[in-house]
DNA sequence: ATATGGATTGCCT
DNA sequence: GGCAATCCATATT
């Protein structure tokens, strides 16, 4: 109820700035007539043109024009033929950047969202890229969508400030073969939702809550 | 017009 | 671990 949508500004910065602070920050959806939450636990930075694995390393086209738009608005696209992946888009307009959605835990609705995305545990049901949208109802249709705006799809404050430090696990992204070794991909450390925790932490942060 | 390949997932061995 | 499913944007002819 008494969200605090996240404003624009936070979302015009440097991608990775972005990534990190989006970490336990919840994502709210209204579907159906009720009202999904999720804790957002793992995501990747993406560069503008100056990121090889980036949708944007080649300048602007009809499928990335989001990514060079205004702050805080979904990019979503299909990949494989068959999944929707969600970004959001950070930096000024006409700078590119954006930051990917890979893994969140259910908060409110996971019944509707093992309905729309059977798993084996209700705590895995947002736990991949893909899977997370089809769960959430996120199709072609919300690319361009503004995040910033309290309605049926936003991002939110984390509603119980906490205290505690939270500590941030840094590795490379995952699914690329260009610029594979930068280190771009985050979550939080002990989340069962994040997808393959195993493999190289290049570093660990501190996150205040 | 046609060809290529991808920021994935789930089911198979 | 291997691989098929399956669509679209983009590049090439």
């Not at 008494?2 to 602070?21: G, H, Q, T």
């Not at 989006?22 to 999720?38: D, N, T």
């Not at 636990?41 to 980036?54: C, F, L, Q, R, S």
């Amino acid at each position: 109820m008494a969200d605090r949508v996240l404003p624009r500004s936070f979302f015009n910065r440097a991608p990775d700035a972005v990534a990190i602070e989006l970490l336990g920050k919840v994502l709210v959806r209204r579907i159906a007539g009720q009202r999904l939450r999720a804790r957002i636990v793992e995501v990747e930075a993406y560069h503008g043109i100056d990121d090889p694995a980036a949708h944007s390393a080649s300048g602007r086209t009809r499928r990335n024009a989001v990514l060079f738009g205004p702050p805080g608005h979904a990019y979503v696209y299909l990949i494989y033929g068959t999944h929707w992946c969600l970004n959001v888009s950070t930096e000024p307009e006409d700078k590119a950047g954006c930051v990917l959605f890979r893994a969140l835990e259910p908060i409110d609705g996971a019944d509707l969202m093992m309905h729309l995305a059977p798993a084996k545990k209700p705590a895995l049901v947002l736990s991949g890229p893909g899977r997370l949208t089809r769960a959430l109802g996120i199709t072609r249709e919300l690319n361009g969508h503004d995040l910033c705006r309290k309605g049926d799809f936003y991002l939110a404050h984390d509603p119980e400030p906490d205290a505690r430090t939270a500590r941030v696990i840094v590795t490379p992204r995952i699914g690329i073969t260009k610029a594979a070794d930068r280190p771009r991909r985050y979550y939080l450390e002990n989340s069962p939702a994040v997808t393959r925790p195993r493999g190289p932490v290049l570093k660990q942060l501190t996150l205040r809550g």
